[in-house]
């Protein structure tokens, strides 16, 4: 059974840079052909697709958020990594890590709470 | 990208069946059968219920089913139950490489 789980601070300074890992267990980052995406959700908002990183390297990201992301993945620690630089009272959300597929996630972390604020 | 429009509340009786609709554009739902629906219940991660449009998880009750038609799909859940009361959500690949959400849907089991 795979599982994922999002490491973090939990609060970040306006201006600063947002960084969460998420590790992956119960299965190789390495196997199968899947997609490791980052999503968010604002408090009591819909959720928002931030961006996906394969095992090759390759990326997409959300073109809205495409100037300030970037998403890398450590296959030796099984894990992969998010940056949201230039961080306002906007980016404050729940963060999920999910594994997918060119259809779905279909394994999501639990989910962290990052809250900028001075 | 904008967000797929979802009604915002959808709600039913015990036993009825509902169905959430989910439009989108050409260039999204019209345009791939990479369309999933997720449940999501208050403070916990969003669990996937349909992928591929109407293909169902392991572990996924038959009373959801999934569908498409043009630039809209739909999620059914018939024989519907007090655990269904959550926030449904569906997603589109795009023809951007990238993903994008409804705008979510809350279902209440009156």
């Known amino acids: 059974q795979v599982q994922l789980q999002e490491s973090g601070p939990g609060l970040v300074k306006p201006s600063q840079t947002l960084s969460l890992t998420c590790t992956v267990s119960?299965?190789?980052?390495?196997?199968?052909?899947?997609?490791w995406s980052w999503i968010r959700q604002p408090a009591g908002k819909g959720l928002e697709w931030i961006g996906r990183i394969y095992t090759s390297g390759s990326t997409n990201y959300n073109p809205s958020l495409k100037s300030r992301v970037t998403i890398s993945v450590d296959t030796s620690k099984n894990q992969f990594s998010l940056k949201l630089s230039s961080v306002t009272a906007a980016d404050t959300a729940v963060y999920y890590c999910a594994r997918g597929t060119q259809g779905a996630f279909d394994y999501w972390g639990q989910g962290t709470l990052v809250t900028v604020s001075s | 990208q904008s967000a797929l429009t979802q009604p915002a509340s959808v709600s039913g009786s015990p036993g009825q069946s509902i169905t959430i609709s989910c439009t989108g554009t050409?260039?999204?739902?019209?345009?791939?059968?990479?369309v999933s629906w997720y449940q999501q219940h208050p403070g916990k991660a969003p669990k996937l219920m349909i992928y591929d449009v109407s293909k169902r998880p392991s572990g996924v009750s038959n009373r959801f089913s999934g569908s498409k038609s043009g630039n809209t799909a739909s999620l059914t859940i018939s024989g519907l139950q007090a655990e269904d009361e959550a926030d449904y959500y569906c997603s589109s690949y795009t023809s951007s490489s990238t993903y994008v959400f409804g705008t979510g849907t809350k279902v209440t089991v009156l």
């Open positions: 119960g299965g190789s980052i390495s196997s199968g052909s899947y997609y």
């Open positions: 050409s260039s999204d739902v019209g345009g791939y059968n990479y």
